[in-house]
């Protein structure tokens, strides 16, 4: 039977709403074989994931999901088995961190000017030492009663349109990719085609990309619109990269459910092929 690959979800370490351990232990009870753990900006979830899998079931990929900005735009680029102590990996990882730690006061201040909202609001609803993002900040507003959901938070509230949300610093994601390259990672970039961004992955750009070593292009994902999706296969042909597909998992904090978009084993397994940087963490 073939072997179920689920190679992007969250964790409490980012803004997923699991424990490293809850994870691992949600995605051996929906009966998967293996999982990349991709916090954003972050590997603190990687030793406890590795000591949660250990005699189960479940290969566990150490991976990341890398914040990265093209002029504007948000690009996330996923990270896998990468050396998670490369120097540059962990200062421009650091240097992310404590950006969105500022944006976050920041945005935070804006809101309590027209909301009642305090910074240990965000505090209660984020995990020490996790990467802050708008998703705690939406579930600070959920539990004051400002919006129903974190989703609801998002739409309403946290939208772009009503001016609170400010960017964080984030590297270029060609620079990312040669930074995960460098420390024997593979990159894989998430989500290309979601409404309103299916010029992400413009043609200059992706062949800078794949000139910097991009691996491949996560095509299953349900941000990522029907042509989108369609465009991603044609891209993936010409440029030779690997399709992956993925749940982008995040507990109760997205309707994302695991596996609800998979990875084929031969694309893992060129994944580990190519990954020198660290191991995969086996049962
Ligand atoms: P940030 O890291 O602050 O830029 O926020 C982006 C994160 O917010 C993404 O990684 C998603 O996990 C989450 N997110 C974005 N849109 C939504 C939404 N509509 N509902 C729930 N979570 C969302
Ligand atoms: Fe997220
Ligand atoms: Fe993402
Ligand atoms: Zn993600």
């Known amino acids: ?3 179920v690959i689920d190679l ?3 964790s409490s370490v980012s803004d997923g709403t699991d424990t490293p351990t809850m994870l691992v232990e949600a995605a051996i009870e929906a ?3 293996a999982i990349a753990i991709t916090d954003h900006d972050s590997t603190a979830g990687w030793e406890e994931a590795r000591l949660a899998a250990v ?6 990929i150490p991976g990341m999901e890398l914040s990265t900005r093209l002029e504007w735009r948000s690009v996330h680029v996923l990270a896998y088995l990468f050396d998670p102590t490369d120097a540059a990996i962990v200062a421009e990882t650091a240097r992310i961190r404590a950006s969105r730690l500022t944006r976050a006061e920041s945005i935070v201040h804006r809101l309590s000017v027209d909301y009642s909202l305090s910074w240990d609001d965000v505090l209660e609803h984020t995990q020490e030492g ?3 993002g708008r998703p705690h900040i939406a579930d600070a507003l959920v539990a004051k009663g400002h919006a129903a959901t ?10 772009p349109r009503h001016g609170y949300t400010r960017p964080h610093y984030a590297p270029d994601p060609v620079t990312a990719v040669r930074l995960i390259r460098a420390a024997g990672g593979v990159p894989v970039l998430a989500h290309p085609a979601t409404e ?6 413009d043609d200059k750009t ?4 794949v000139e910097a070593g991009l691996l491949g292009l996560e095509v299953g994902h349900r941000e990522n619109t029907e042509s989108g999706k369609r465009m991603l296969r044609r891209l993936a042909e010409r440029y030779e990269l690997v399709m992956t597909g993925s749940s982008d998992y995040h507990g109760f904090g997205k309707p994302n459910r695991l596996a609800e978009f998979t990875t084929e084993e031969a694309v893992l397994e060129r994944i580990i092929a190519e990954g020198t940087g660290s191991a995969p963490f086996l049962p």
Do not use: K, P, Q, Y
């Open 1 to 3: 039977m073939a072997r």
């Open 8 to 10: 992007h979800t969250h």
């Open 31 to 33: 009966g998967l074989d």
């Open 55 to 60: 005699g189960t079931s479940l290969t566990v």
């Open 130 to 132: 996790a990467t802050v």
């Open 150 to 159: 974190r989703s609801e938070a998002f739409e309403s509230i946290l939208h």
């Open 196 to 201: 309103g961004r299916d010029a992400v992955v």
């Open 206 to 209: 992706l062949a800078r990309l």
